[in-house]
């Protein structure tokens, strides 16, 4: 193989070196450490290495809001990447490298493409049908994931609020699982389907760090948890160092899709714009609703609050209260969950979007609650220029500097601190993927592959820097 990608969700160097890894520490000794950061926390990383540019400008953001038709979505995958001809591999396939694809975030269905592909989870596939899913994640059609697998049930993806069984245990069995049977059934693929061009995606990381960063931080939190979480990053090393020993790469490259930091508070900006800029905007019917979701959650169990959900005299209201856009209409501006941005409505006049927006920076550069948590605005033509950013289709008319231990949720008080932290684990009382993680910007990339700029590069433009250099080669 000439290069093999390893992209390791969350990966960071602070979290890497606690740990007994002797195989990558070795790698990373010896390899070209790539100086990457992200853009913005919006942008989806995987999508950015695959289509070698910022979400904004397909649509490969964590949640994006259509303007045409009032509502946010977070889907993106395969038919979107399509429509770029310099996406990951096509670049390589029309330059006459077969290109080999597992577990890649956003990649669904599997690409036809001169290789093979299997798809990976996210990218909005949650809402979809099993069925749907494994009739269309193999390329070719005729791969039999369980069968590579050694005969045993292949494990897609793993969530702690899709377990079964919700306990930890569990929760580090199924992603070593997880794990072997990725690296298992792509070296098994990459031998009956030869490639010259590899990307394998490890999520497991990722999954501990969103629930468990503040105990990587400080061990003492809960040394019983430490002691699990420190196994599972050893057998991973074991586990790439076997990958390695089979594929022998020409070159490598391990790259993150983001960093990983601690989620401290939580910011609403709904809550903010009701109270200080247009009381129109909560919609008070989804708060409860919200507040009700939260508590079902808690204490009750999935399979009797989805059935309770499901019943059809409230199946159509629940769906009218997820969809934000409702009462967003009549508003003069609003935010959503995950976008660091505000929206002021386009059907107000001009001279009332200009006021409304003059009134918002003001405001929020100014309110000494965002202040003390690094929270200001600005104008989206400072900080996504027109020259870079072509496409505005997708952005708020005001961007929020977003630190990496904040997180936009669309519920809840204007700030809310993370009480889970620093605290012992329970299971019951996870009731999120993002417990108590968040992301940062740092990118964790290394490789074998030396390229002419190396410094300050946005992921977006060390993909395509790195796709260059090895047709070069």
């Keep these: 193989m000439k290069c093999l990608f390893i992209g390791i969700d969350a990966a960071d160097y602070n979290i890497l070196e606690k740990f007994n890894m002797p195989f990558i520490k070795g790698l990373i000794s010896k390899s070209n450490l790539y100086n990457v950061t992200l853009y913005d926390l919006w942008s989806r990383g995987w999508a950015e290495i695959i289509s070698g540019e910022h979400g904004s400008q397909n649509g490969a953001l964590y949640a994006r809001f259509d303007k045409s ?18 996406n990951f591999w096509k670049f390589f ?12 975030p956003t990649v669904f269905p599997a690409p036809k493409l001169k290789g093979f592909a299997v798809s990976g989870g996210g990218g ?20 039999n994931l369980d069968e590579l697998n050694n005969k045993k049930p292949y494990v897609r993806d793993v969530r702690f609020s899709k377990l079964k069984k919700k306990n930890f245990s569990n929760l580090f069995e199924q992603l070593s699982k997880m794990d072997e049977n990725h690296i298992e059934v792509f070296i098994k693929l990459s031998s009956k389907y030869p490639v010259d061009i590899g990307f394998l995606v490890i999520r497991s990381l990722v999954v501990i760090q969103q629930l468990f960063v503040d105990v990587i931080k400080k061990p003492n939190v809960d040394l019983d948890m430490y002691e699990k979480i420190s196994s599972h990053y050893e057998k991973l090393d ?6 390695f020993r089979f594929i022998e790469p020409e070159h490598y ?10 989620k401290k508070y939580s910011v609403n900006i709904n809550k903010y714009l009701e109270k200080y800029i247009d009381k129109k905007i909560i919609n008070k019917k989804k708060i409860f609703y919200l507040k009700f979701k939260h508590f079902c959650k808690k204490f009750i169990s999935k399979k009797i609050f989805n059935s309770f959900k499901n019943l ?12 934000q856009s409702e009462h967003l209409i009549s508003s003069k501006c609003f935010a959503f969950r995950y976008i660091p941005g505000i929206y002021i409505n386009d059907k107000i006049s001009i001279q009332e979007k200009e006021e409304i927006k ?18 200001f605005a600005k104008d989206v033509s400072e900080v996504y220029p027109i020259s870079k950013f072509p496409n505005r289709s997708f952005l708020p008319n005001l961007i929020l500097t977003q630190p990496s231990d904040v997180f936009f949720e669309n519920n809840g008080e204007i700030i809310q601190q993370n009480k889970m932290l620093y605290k012992k684990k329970i299971a019951k009382d996870i009731i999120s993927d993002q417990h108590v993680g968040a992301k940062n910007y740092k990118i964790c990339a290394f490789g074998s592959i030396n390229i002419d700029k190396k410094d300050n590069l946005y ?13 070069k080669n």
Aim: net charge positive; proline share 1%; charged share 30%.
């Design 253 to 262: 490259i391990f790259v993150s899709d983001h960093g990983q930091s601690i």
């Design 69 to 86: 038709k009032t509502k946010t979505s977070s889907f993106f995958g395969t038919q979107d990447y399509e429509k770029n001809k310099n």
């Design 93 to 104: 396939n029309d330059k006459g490298y077969k290109v080999g694809l597992l577990n890649i």
């Design 459 to 471: 992921l977006f433009e060390f993909i395509n820097e790195i796709k260059n250099r090895i047709i």
């Design 312 to 323: 059809s005299f409230l199946k159509h209201r629940i769906d009218l209260l997820n969809n």
């Design 238 to 243: 074991k586990q790439i160092e076997k990958l």
């Design 358 to 375: 003059n009134k918002i920076l003001m405001h929020v550069n100014n309110y000494e609650e965002f202040k003390k948590i690094g929270i």
């Design 124 to 143: 909005g596939t949650g809402n979809l049908t099993s069925k749907y899913i494994e009739e269309n994640m193999n390329f070719p059609k005729d791969i």
